[in-house]
């Protein structure tokens, strides 16, 4: 067993010699260097907590005692496992069970003691045994929320039946209280267990969900829909019912002032509480666990900060947190913060405002990178944000686009090993926070509508003129990169733009829209439906327009693409029928095929990938 220490200051772990680790690259080291994510812990059993870490090579699950520190291991599977919940009682551990990264399967569940039957007593070392949790056919997982009296709200995605969900009772069969053929998800259960939020996309539009709350026959208790019935783009996010006995309260994300904000609902009330948040970013909010106030996450200009809104006051009190991003954050029963922090420069550590290091994993530490630069770019829909890593000398080196996935996501002062790698290697890294990212305000992620694709490349375009007019880039070096939507708009890029890049590397890319979205899972069906505008039979120039396979004659970079055979997000057939046009006309090309879906929790395996980028790119650049 690999134990994870916890509670305890700084580390310093990297202080004695290990010949193996000091002759591995410093790049490698950070792939390999043991992570662990932000625990989740029971809400009626706060010692019970469980995270994600890849402390064995492949990412999985771990149960902590934290009363009396034991560990133990608590999935163990070829491709990893990270979709993991605990019991409000802390009893039992709830998992998906995918098939090889397809992400279509079932949930599984296990005592966190690990022993045959729950109860008291250390956690033991190994997996424990699992079984079936709610028995339900496969599907794609849309949501899971659990009751105190053992009740289990599932909610499942499939091509065939769209979006259910159903209410899971022990000894009795899965009752179905609602389906309907566009998304939907689960959201929360209330305390007592009575009421359920779920958010739709009945309307049609996949980017922007309403929130209905039900009793668990199915009756419908109230209705918030911010984009009434599909005419205005405001989405509603469920971020939780209030901690406390007899409070029905559910907190609800809404975008009704151009970014995200929380405010409070009593859906048995139908009040509504506008809490007046006055921070300029995007702003998520989760309950302390008396109920007393709410834990403020703020997103601004790709790095975050925590607040605490104190209801009793309506005042809010900044949580002090270093420079840089929080990848998660959670208060805890005794009012201290628990938070995921790392910076571009420093490597994520899991943090306490009560001081110290909450979970310390054990071997070696992440190497430090180097910090990254702000560039903001006049694009043709405004100023676009770039953040800039250079490496040591004068420029202008050989760059990296490296593009985001999503496309709703943004790029941040967060430490990532693929970047990283590339600065080791003698390269600046730009990454683009373009039209249709998150973080910028509502219009800057909504604009991404109908010219999908060319218009996140136009603002790519943007900060690329600025790169190498600054000096930065080596403008005959440039290379496009990224990974599902950053690989969509790789393959997109050197179609479009063959004059500008010198390589191109996709990973788990789109690269033939109509075929992609034939295969792709149905909850990416009704999201591209709501960019196009529709299918491809009903605006098929749009498709066509956007495709990177209508362009992939024009291609004239060298092209690595990296595929999981067992994507279901950006499927292989599509993926093939590009590299048959590649092939067909003997473009320089790469491939390469790997047995797991949209990306790997393998680390060896992402090693094994950006070895093999970084070598594509080097040949293909002269550089080694």
């Not at 979006?163 to 069969?173: A, D, W």
């Not at 004059?499 to 990973?507: I, M, N, T």
């Amino acid at each position: 067993m690999t134990e994870i220490n916890g509670s305890k200051p700084d580390s310093t772990r990297d202080s004695g010699q290990d010949p193996a680790r000091d002759s591995m690259p410093e790049w490698e080291r950070r792939f390999r260097a043991p992570r662990v994510s932000l625990p989740d812990w029971a809400e009626d059993a706060p010692e019970r907590a469980l995270f994600v870490s890849n402390a064995t090579g492949t990412y999985e699950l771990y149960a902590w005692d934290r009363a009396t520190g034991a560990q133990r291991q608590v999935t163990d599977r070829p491709n990893g496992t990270t979709d993991g919940v605990l019991s409000l009682d802390g009893e039992w551990i709830w998992w998906f069970s995918d098939t090889d990264g397809d992400e279509f399967g079932v949930w599984m569940r296990q005592p966190f003691s690990g022993a045959g039957e729950t109860g008291a007593g250390a956690a033991e070392s190994g997996p424990g045994p699992d079984e079936p949790a709610a028995g339900l056919a496969p599907s794609y997982p849309a949501g899971l929320a659990l009751g105190r009296d053992g009740t289990a709200v599932v909610g499942r995605s499939t091509d065939e039946d769209g979006s259910t969900v159903h209410v899971v009772r022990p000894g009795e069969e899965p009752v179905e209280i609602y389906r309907h053929r566009e998304s939907a998800g689960v959201g929360d259960l209330s305390h007592d267990g009575t009421l359920l939020a779920i958010e739709h996309t009945e309307h049609g539009d996949a980017m922007h969900s309403a929130v209905r709350v039900l009793r668990l026959d199915g009756s419908v208790v109230a209705e918030l829909d911010d984009t009434e019935g599909g005419t205005r783009e405001l989405g509603l996010d469920v971020l939780g019912f209030a901690p406390v006995a007899g409070d029905s309260r559910l907190l609800i994300g809404h975008q009704r002032r151009s970014r995200w904000e929380p405010i409070v609902w009593d859906p048995l009330t139908g009040e509504e509480t506008d809490l007046a948040i006055e921070l300029p970013g995007d702003v998520h909010a989760e309950w302390y666990p008396d109920g007393s106030g709410l834990l403020i996450a703020h997103s601004f200009e790709a790095r975050d900060e925590l607040w605490r809104y104190d209801f009793a006051r309506s005042a809010l009190i900044q949580v002090e947190t270093p420079p840089g991003t929080v990848s998660g954050a959670t208060a805890r029963p005794d009012g201290s913060v628990e938070y995921l922090w790392s910076s571009a420069a420093r490597p994520p550590q899991v943090r306490s405002t009560s001081g110290g290091v909450v979970l310390d994993p054990p071997g070696m530490t992440a190497p430090v990178s180097v910090p990254v630069e702000d560039a903001w770019v006049e694009g043709p829909g405004g100023r676009v944000h770039a953040l800039v890593q250079r490496p040591a000398g004068e420029g202008p080196f050989p760059t990296v686009f490296e593009i985001h996935g999503g496309p709703t996501w943004h790029d941040s002062d967060a430490f990532a090993a693929g970047p990283a790698a590339w600065v080791d290697h003698g390269f600046a890294v730009v990454r683009v926070n373009y039209r249709g990212s998150t973080g910028y305000g509502r219009e800057w992620t909504d604009a991404l509508k109908h010219r999908v694709g060319l218009i996140e490349l136009e603002d790519i375009a943007a900060v690329r003129a600025w790169a190498v007019a600054s000096g930065l880039a080596d403008p005959a070096r440039l290379v496009l990169a990224g990974g599902s939507w950053g690989g969509y708009l790789t393959l997109l890029g050197l179609g479009t733009q063959p004059d500008v890049w010198a390589v191109g590397l996709a990973a788990v890319p789109v690269a033939d829209y109509v075929t992609a979205y034939h295969d792709e899972m149905e909850a990416l069906k009704a999201m591209d439906r709501t960019l196009l505008g529709g299918t491809p039979e009903e605006v098929p120039e749009r498709f066509e327009a956007s495709s990177p396979l209508t362009y992939v004659d024009a291609v004239r970079a060298p092209v690595y693409i990296s595929a999981g055979v067992n994507d279901p997000r950006c499927p292989i057939r599509q993926v093939e029928n590009y590299v048959d046009r590649l092939a067909a006309r003997d473009a320089v090309h790469e491939v390469y095929r790997y047995d797991a879906g949209h990306g790997s929790l393998v680390v060896e395996e992402r090693i094994k990938q950006v070895r093999l980028e970084l070598d594509f790119a080097r040949r293909h650049l002269g550089l080694g």
